[in-house]
Nanobody
Framework: QVQLVESGGGLVQAGGSLRLSCAASGRTLGSYNMGWFRQAPGKEREFVAAISWGGGTTYYSDSVKGRFTISRGRAKNTGYLQMNSLKPEDTAAYYC??????????????????WGQGTQVTVSS
């Protein structure tokens, strides 16, 4: 069992930056692929980015490519999402997730096995 806890959300002006963190406990996150998702009110949960268990492969949604960077900590038990050039449409609750299968990065939320409780990101115009 893996427990995930996100932090780093907050209120920021458009064009600003935030860095989200995802800390794992229970079992090491190092053997899981990891993803970030977001969900705005009234909308479905949306894939944002994913990173392989070793950190060597990443994948981004088109809406954040070039602005967001996903990474893992040196000990691989933490994950990060650096968000730059934030836009009001990035406003959402952001969730980190862990995927036990590591053969490929996946974008479907149903494929992930463990989830954090979410952290709110609000971007003002």
């Amino acid at each position: 069992q893996v427990q995930l806890v996100e932090s780093g959300g907050g209120l920021v002006q458009a064009g600003g930056s935030l860095r989200l963190s995802c800390a794992a406990s229970g079992r090491t996150l190092g053997s899981y692929n990891m993803g970030w998702f977001r969900q705005a009110p009234g909308k479905e949960r949306e894939f944002v980015a994913a990173i392989s268990w070793g950190g060597g492969t990443t994948y981004y949604s088109d809406s954040v490519k070039g602005r967001f960077t996903i990474s893992r900590g040196r000990a691989k038990n933490t994950g990060y999402l650096q968000m730059n050039s934030l836009k009001p449409e990035d406003t959402a609750a952001y969730y980190c997730a862990a995927d036990r299968q590591t053969a490929r990065l996946v974008t479907g939320a149903e494929s992930y096995d463990y989830w954090g409780q979410g952290t709110q990101v609000t971007v003002s115009s």
